[in-house]
């Protein structure tokens, strides 16, 4: 089984046992994040989009990148500037996809009882031309 979930922006296609490198997330190593953000499953064949499976991610590290230098110089101006920066990312390693309760549908409000209907409203007097 596999499936398609969107983290912090970000799709991956995900099975049980596999480890990720995904954007920063907040959560101490050793602790276990949940995500509900199932966009498509994948069972045997059997494909379904609209799904009720979470998927449960333990946090194994903290890490950054290499670094990415970002040069820009403008030609025959004597311009130029260096920059660079490290992106942070998390390594989780996805332990289980369970598949939680489908909700209960809320029982449909009771109709509200009809308006007494309003007055005619009475038209008003014509205005006297004052000579």
């Given at each position: 089984?596999?499936?398609?979930?969107?983290?912090?922006?970000?799709?991956?296609?995900?099975?049980?046992?596999?480890?990720?490198?995904?954007?920063?997330?907040?959560?101490?190593?050793?602790?276990?994040?949940?995500?509900?953000?199932?966009?498509?499953?994948?069972d045997k064949g059997k494909i379904e989009t609209k799904?009720?499976?979470?998927?449960?991610?333990?946090?194994?590290?903290?890490?950054?990148?290499?670094?990415?230098?970002?040069?820009?110089?403008?030609?025959?101006?004597?311009?130029?500037?260096?920059?660079?920066?490290?992106?942070?990312?998390?390594?989780?390693?996805?332990?289980?996809?369970?598949?939680?309760?489908?909700?209960?549908?809320?029982?449909?409000?009771?109709?509200?009882?009809?308006?007494?209907?309003?007055?005619?409203?009475?038209?008003?007097?014509?205005?006297?031309?004052?000579?």
């Amino acid at each position: 089984m596999y499936a398609i979930v969107d983290i912090k922006g970000k799709q991956f296609r995900v099975e049980k046992d596999q480890t990720l490198s995904v954007p920063k997330i907040d959560g101490k190593v050793g602790s276990k994040i949940e995500f509900d953000k199932v966009l498509f499953t994948s069972d045997k064949g059997k494909i379904e989009t609209k799904t009720s499976v979470k998927v449960v991610a333990e946090v194994l590290s903290h890490e950054k990148e290499s670094k990415v230098v970002v040069f820009k110089f403008k030609r025959r101006k004597g311009h130029q500037k260096k920059n660079g920066h490290k992106q942070k990312y998390t390594l989780v390693e996805i332990n289980k996809m369970k598949k939680s309760s489908p909700k209960k549908a809320a029982a449909p409000k009771k109709a509200a009882a009809p308006k007494k209907a309003a007055a005619p409203k009475k038209a008003a007097a014509p205005k006297k031309d004052k000579d």
